[in-house]
């Protein structure tokens, strides 16, 4: 940011009075711009023992699979956002189950939150404009070396086992920047 | 936003190439500015069988008791923005515990996250800037009446049901716009 979005002013970086961080902030109108993680809300759709995944058509990661997921907008709920995610990116409506997994990835200020969720029949779109190709897995068919992000993995991997176990868990995690060099893990 | 904060051209609201919703964007430069909801990080901070809670330095709902909690920042974990809130409102360091409730309050564009956290002492800040009065309370004597948000307020009530049912349990919800006008419920 290096101007203001109020007044065109240049911003500068300076701690305000009683805070501890430095804000862009407005020596003319005096607004400090607050910039705070964003949301990244997702689903883990599922229908009988499968799981759908979709071939991401966009970067970064484009070509890998992934959960259906992208940034929660102003003016809707956690599961709202994660429903109008699948749905824009799978074609499909999904009923929003338990909450599966929110995990903090700090080094690029976002959290990923991801809910078990049921869809009403195997039908889905064969590709949307943000997805190459969409799929419904065995879990013995995931495509574990081309999963596009860390938290997927993680939310995939977690849920595989909570099934085996017999009990669905709710997992809070974070992901370190070392994590990011290993995707394909 | 008015102007653009990459180069003060004014910004114009249209729906971008691909997109659905109107976002700020510069017709000079391109660049398109997204808003997305706000985190809200705090805990619920226990010490043997007694409660923290905070009464509010500043406004809104300056004089109403709360959970200590406030704005996650860039760069940290949720566990870590709700420790360091925990530590700026009532001096104490408190070790995180169990996700306790994930609410969404889409009116206002923010999701609010509580984590049950232990105190190591008894020990803490008499005030804070952010807080005129920090205190122990046991359940019986919780001023209901004077806590500043239903978000708070529903944390509280759910964990005390939890703890005489013998389960604490994780709990997603929404906060819809008629239960911000009954505050004092």
New interface residues.
């Given amino acids: ?8 002013h240049p ?1 500068e970086y300076i701690v305000p009075d ?1 805070d501890n ?1 430095e804000r ?1 902030t407005c020596t003319q109108c005096g607004t400090i ?7 990244i809300a997702g689903t883990l759709p599922l229908f009988e023992d499968k799981v759908m995944l979709c071939r991401r058509a966009i970067e970064p990661r484009k070509g890998y699979w992934t959960l259906p997921a992208g ?10 956002g994660a429903q109008r995610e699948t749905l824009e990116e799978t074609g499909v409506e999904v009923a929003i189950g ?2 599966l997994a ?1 995990i ?1 990835v ?2 690029i ?1 976002q ?1 990923h ?1 991801f809910f078990e969720a049921q869809m009403q029949s195997a039908e889905h779109a064969a590709s949307t ?1 943000e997805s190459l190709e969409v799929k419904l897995f065995s879990w013995n068919e995931i495509p574990w070396e081309e999963i596009a992000f860390p938290t997927v993995k993680k939310t995939l991997r977690f849920y595989q086992e909570d099934m085996l176990a017999g009990h669905i868990q ?1 997992r ?1 995690l ?1 992901i370190q920047p070392q994590e990011r060099l290993k995707v394909g893990d």
């Fill in positions: 940011m290096k101007y203001c979005s109020e007044c065109a911003v009683g961080r862009a711009h607050y910039t705070n993680p964003r949301i940034f929660m907008e102003n003016g809707e709920t956690l599961e709202e338990q909450l929110s903090s700090p080094h200020s959290v939150i404009s709710t809070i974070d």
